[in-house]
């Protein structure tokens, strides 16, 4: 399925965008900073957020983030700050393609409006997956940058709440989760280089 996904969002690189929005950060001055000189970027993360580097640690966590070999850094946010609700991940991805292999578009992946993350146009693509009491949302955007394909993304993963007892656990907020998330994704900066 994870194949499947990510060949269907490599299709939408080429398809025609529907708009583009930029996305608002908010302040990020306290925030830490994951730099990866070798591979072009930056991208700067609270401290309710950790940094996974190892794909299959970060394969193995609870929620289900489209995890490759392309895959540079996880920002995993720590979900112990949600407890007592339903959440089970949420984390933004950035991976890195060398080469462009064209796939079929897949039902599962819907095409959105591209965004800019400084001054970066990248385009989008939405989806979802559910299973066994679990879901999970995720949005992935990819852009075309010094001979690269940068993808970053983010994922939500939760649980059914009715899965619980009655009054045990509680719905988390999606929408303050996804503009957390989102707020990491514009913060991703391309290091330039010097001429």
């Known amino acids: 399925m994870k194949k499947i996904l990510f060949a269907a969002l490599l299709a939408l690189i080429f398809s025609a965008g529907c708009g583009t929005s930029s996305i608002k950060t ?8 994951y730099s990866s000189a070798g591979n072009g970027f930056t991208i700067k993360y ?30 995993s946010r720590n979900i112990s700050t949600a407890k007592k609700t339903n ?4 984390a933004v991805t950035v991976g890195i393609l060398k080469k462009f292999r064209p796939a ?6 819907e095409k959105t409006d591209d965004i800019k993350i400084n001054d970066v146009t990248f385009s989008g693509g939405k989806g979802s997956d559910a299973g066994a009491g679990n879901y999970a949302y995720y949005e992935t955007y990819s852009a075309y940058i ?12 939760s649980t059914n709440i009715h899965n619980y007892d009655p009054g ?3 719905e988390f907020d999606r929408d303050s989760i996804m503009q957390e998330l989102k707020s990491i994704m514009g913060t991703f900066s ?4 010097k001429k």
């Open 46 to 75: 609270p401290e309710n957020f950790q940094v996974i580097t190892d794909n299959k640690k970060a394969n193995a966590m609870n929620y289900l983030p489209l995890i490759s070999k392309s895959t540079v850094v996880t920002i």
């Open 104 to 109: 079929s578009i897949n039902d599962e992946i």
């Open 26 to 33: 908010g302040d990020t001055g306290n925030w830490k900073e």
């Open 146 to 157: 010094n001979k690269k394909w940068y993808i970053v993304s983010f994922y939500i993963s």
């Open 168 to 170: 045990t656990v509680h």
């Open 190 to 193: 391309i290091i330039r280089a």
């Open 87 to 90: 959440l089970s991940g949420a």
